[in-house]
């Protein structure tokens, strides 16, 4: 029944179209959904490039596809599985070694209809005759407006879909526009359309060997960003083409090969490099390619982002230290780095660390505005930030944001002392210790608890089950002895610790609750305090009411079910029987603060360019 409604979502002929008829493809089947039917990682490929290859159905045909790296992170949340059905948003057909290969760039997963096994029968697709210069498929679809992504650029993407287009304009003659994400060394005669974000100064050297010089640019598009470089010849043919900033077609001939890695700060698996033959020109339309975009955090909120989140951010230029030098643990080789200090208008200010070339030549002055794109967040002292290779500063840009704190700093902000979060982490620390809230998906990824050390974490989740076997146990009414009591049979319940028998014990809860978030469930067990909170009631009252009215004890179970609670929880290595497993005990828990909860929702989605 559900594999039914599963298979009536799937697209069939749309793979066969995809390859085989790509002008059918947009009109016929705007929006594919497959069956992913296989999931395989790929060998290393010698640069630490993660690959994987995913198997897509459409019930009448299957193919190998190749997922793009920046769409990795379905298979890392373990969101796309063995059975998923997928809605195809962007995709290229390629030919990879003889063999059709597609580009997943990007997906959405249909995770309602779960993970049914193999729909249909589907045979292996056949490729028309191959033909010398077969066009390549771009493929976009305005399914990625489902969920309200990016509608602004959907134009772009739909011209991409369409290279059959006729016409004098300039752009028609790029018809076979590629999405950065699916430049390989296996696509021939493509052209992109993309922006320089980054263009390097002319970089000479001398060697033995004989002299040169070289120059690179970082181009951008919607699907990712790729490193071009131009060595001597070009170098003098394009340095001064390119400017940042501006839009280009970049047509083959053009080397593509695997990055280095140790050049670049792209996540890019490959790179470009410059042929005598490459075409270069500036795009007449300088729009649909996205600017360097940023998202800031203010700095106050940077308390409310996790650890190792990639943030940009913008403030006033505080204080700059001088340069240091640090040695590399892991190379042993000295590195530059230079903190300074930014505020903006929340009051907080943050210590952010530059490093290399970036922190020897930094030459702002402090009340500079600038503004950071990829910024690391550690909790080293409460919240600092680190500058990654790969990010970028502006000093002073022309943006609303900067002019905003310009004016803010002009009339009050001089004079205001700010809070930092150093000072927020002390107070914590003398307040207790700062339990990181973590889902329970990291909660096992990261072996909390597996080792001799005891590890804390908060999680926010709901309950959805409450062990009623043995949720209290009849404990000593001493004052302070909260040990378990024997019913000794004559109407007396004995205390070993207090050597005491008592008229009757006091019952404490002792529970197990199953709780679930998104990402997994896990077993907590908590206390006297937890269990009051979670049930209502004392333990006491709970197992009278179970005596005496055994359904009612049952509601109350019921209504405690569902709570959706932020616990505060131990994780703890435990024997039991020869058996060693890791035991979560929760040692506080609150109900979830609404407000707060959205502020945080809110910042989290904003890291997400939407
Ligand atoms: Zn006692």
Redesign the pocket.
């Known amino acids: 029944m559900a594999t039914d409604l599963a298979a009536s979502k799937i697209t069939p002929g749309v793979l066969d179209a995809i390859f085989n008829d790509p002008e059918r493809r947009a009109t016929d089947f705007p929006v594919p959904v497959c069956q992913c039917v296989q999931i395989k990682p790929l060998a290393s490929q010698g640069n630490g490039a993660e690959r994987y290859r995913v198997v897509l159905s459409d019930t009448k045909n299957f193919v190998q596809s190749m997922l793009a790296t920046g769409a990795n992170h379905f298979i890392h949340d373990q969101k796309l599985k063995k059975g998923s059905l997928v809605r195809l948003k962007q995709f290229q057909a390629n030919a990879l070694k003889g063999k059709r290969i597609l580009v997943i760039m990007d997906i959405d997963v249909l995770a309602e209809f779960g993970e049914p096994d193999k729909i249909g029968d589907p045979q292996a697709l056949k490729v028309k005759d191959e033909e010398e210069d077969v066009k390549p498929a771009p493929g976009a679809v305005s399914g990625a407006g489902f969920y309200g992504n990016k509608p602004a650029q959907q134009p772009a993407q739909a011209q991409q879909s369409l290279p059959s287009r006729t016409g004098p304009s300039s752009s028609a003659a790029h018809g076979n526009i590629y999405p950065i994400e699916a430049l390989s060394p296996y696509a021939h005669k493509w052209t992109i359309k993309a922006r320089v974000s980054n263009k390097s100064e002319i970089r000479t050297w001398h060697k033995q060997s004989g002299e040169g010089k070289l120059f690179s640019v970082n181009l951008l598009d919607e699907s990712g960003e790729i490193k071009a470089t131009g060595f001597n010849e070009q170098c003098d043919q394009l340095y001064d083409l390119f400017q940042e900033g501006s839009v280009y077609y970049i047509s083959s001939p053009c080397r593509v090969q695997l990055a280095k890695k140790q050049f670049t700060n792209l996540p890019n698996d490959y790179e470009l490099t410059f042929d005598r033959e490459t075409q270069v020109e500036k795009a007449e339309d300088q729009e649909n390619v996205p600017q360097v975009r940023f998202n800031f955090t203010n700095i106050a909120n940077l308390q409310t982002v996790e650890k190792d989140t990639t943030i940009d951010i913008i403030g006033v230029l505080k204080e700059v230290a001088d340069v240091t030098q640090i040695v590399s643990k892991s190379t042993s080789k000295p590195y530059d780095k230079r903190e300074l200090t930014l505020v903006d208008d929340s009051d907080f200010s943050v210590r952010l660390t530059i490093w290399g070339k970036t922190a020897v030549s930094f030459d702002a002055q402090p009340e500079s505005i600038v503004a950071f794109k990829g910024a690391k967040v550690s909790d080293f002292g409460g919240r600092s930030l680190s500058l990654l290779s790969s990010g970028s500063m502006s000093l002073d840009p022309d943006i609303q944001e900067a002019h905003k704190l310009r004016g803010w700093y002009d009339t009050h902000g001089r004079s205001n002392t700010f809070a930092s979060h150093s000072g927020m982490a002390s107070a914590g620390a003398a307040g207790g210790r700062q339990d990181p809230v973590m889902t329970v998906a990291k909660v096992y990824e990261d072996n909390l608890g597996t080792t001799e050390s005891t590890d804390y974490f908060s999680t926010k989740a709901t309950i959805v089950y409450i062990k009623q076997e043995n949720f209290a146990y009849p404990a000593?009414i001493?004052d302070g002895?909260n040990?378990k009591?024997t019913d000794m049979g004559d109407g007396t319940w004995r205390?070993e610790?207090?050597d005491?028998n008592h008229p009757k014990p006091e019952y404490r809860y002792i529970m197990s609750l199953n709780v679930n978030d998104h990402t997994g469930q896990l077993w907590l067990s908590c206390f006297d305090d937890v269990g009051r909170l979670i049930m209502g009631m004392s333990a006491d009252q709970l197992m009278s009411l179970k005596d005496s009215d055994d359904p009612a004890a049952g509601r109350a179970f019921e209504e405690a079910n569902c709570k959706t609670m932020l616990f505060k929880c131990r994780a703890k290595m435990d024997s039991f029987q020869d058996q060693q497993r890791v035991r979560y005990q929760v040692t506080g828990a609150s109900p979830v603060n609404y407000a707060n909860e959205a502020q945080k929702l809110a910042e989290l989605i904003k890291l997400y360019n939407i």
């Open positions: 000593c001493s002895c040990k009591v205390c610790k207090c005491v």
